[in-house]
């Protein structure tokens, strides 16, 4: 009989301590948010948004950043990325950075994308300045 108890024992201080820690949870689930934390979970919100806003604008000037590498990296499905010809894969991979003039504006016009600057690529040949003399 010992060699019974002492297999039980230990599944059994496990099984308690399993218990405990779910009730732990319930108690966790049913408590209610501090006035506080409610507060700065509140006022986190527009900060995050300014944040967000921020990054788009450093990244627009040329900043690279990490949201940057991952957009430009990121790819088609696998399922749409098996059909596509050689042209195609290279127009995806041009069209996947930020820019929006030159050649990678002339990709992106081309698959449909809808530019914030349609005349951006006028600054480049000098079209966008006066040229009076």
Do not use: C
Request: no cysteine; glycine share 8%.
């Amino acid at each position: 009989m010992t060699t019974l108890k002492g297999t039980v024992e230990p599944i059994s201080k496990h099984y308690d301590h399993i218990t405990r820690a779910l009730r732990a949870d319930e108690v966790r689930k049913n408590m209610r948010y501090a006035p506080e934390m409610l507060a700065a979970i509140k006022a986190a919100r527009p900060e995050k948004v300014a944040n967000k806003t921020s990054e788009l604008m450093r990244e627009r000037q040329g900043e690279i950043l990490r949201r940057t590498i991952l957009q430009q990296n990121k790819g088609p499905p696998a399922h749409i990325l098996a059909r596509m010809t050689p042209e195609q894969r290279q127009m995806d991979k041009v069209a996947g950075g930020v820019s929006e003039v030159g050649y990678v504006a002339q990709v992106k016009r081309k698959l449909g994308f809808k530019l914030r600057n349609p005349d951006a690529w006028k600054a480049e040949d000098g079209g966008g300045e006066d040229t009076e003399s």
